[in-house]
């Protein structure tokens, strides 16, 4: 059974990382429904599993691993919809997360509705979030993390389970490919013009 700081140390911990998961898993997964679905299991994963969290500064680099694992292994092979969760009456532990799931789901939702996220997230531009999304998989999961989310290179090798120099790399490569894109799709007008 989990103790009662355990359970407000992850309730904070994913509150504090709800919308960067989201937008992490919105970024994989390009589906509002499938993103909704892979951050509940990421949560309910993360949930099990708290208990083999060894240091409790390395929570935000844990469960986005978590996020990007069960990516890979559900979403990736067509497995769009997450297994469903069975909460028996009997178990305090699946109350517990049900409890805890719902009232993140508030969070989410004041989150989602927020017009001042929806300003920035319109910052971005349209062609900077096409290009972003054309990116190969392997480069666009390392620039989200690394730019969009403002992970370190060891903690992006750490959620990504890649050594750190692979990161540098794919992160050299995606930067190439995203500036050559966004190169390719400025408006005519300024296609004479030199950088």
Known sequence: MTDERTKAFFGNGVEANIDALYSV?????????????LVAETVAKAWGAVDTLGERERFRPWLFRILHNTFISDYRKQSVRPAE?????????????ATLLNEQSDDFLVWWSNPEREFFNNLLGDQLLAALDRLPEAYRTVVILVNVEGFTYDE?????????????SRMKRGRTLLQKALWQQRPASAQGAKP
Do not use: F, M, N, Q
Not at 89 to 95: F, K, L, P
Not at 156 to 168: F, N, S
């Open 25 to 37: 898993a919105w970024r994989l997964t390009r589906k509002d429904a499938d993103a909704e679905d």
């Open 85 to 97: 969760a069975s909460y028996s009456d009997g178990d305090c532990e699946d109350d517990d997360l």
């Open 156 to 168: 992006t090798a750490e959620v990504l389970g890649i050594a750190p120099g692979t990161v540098r």
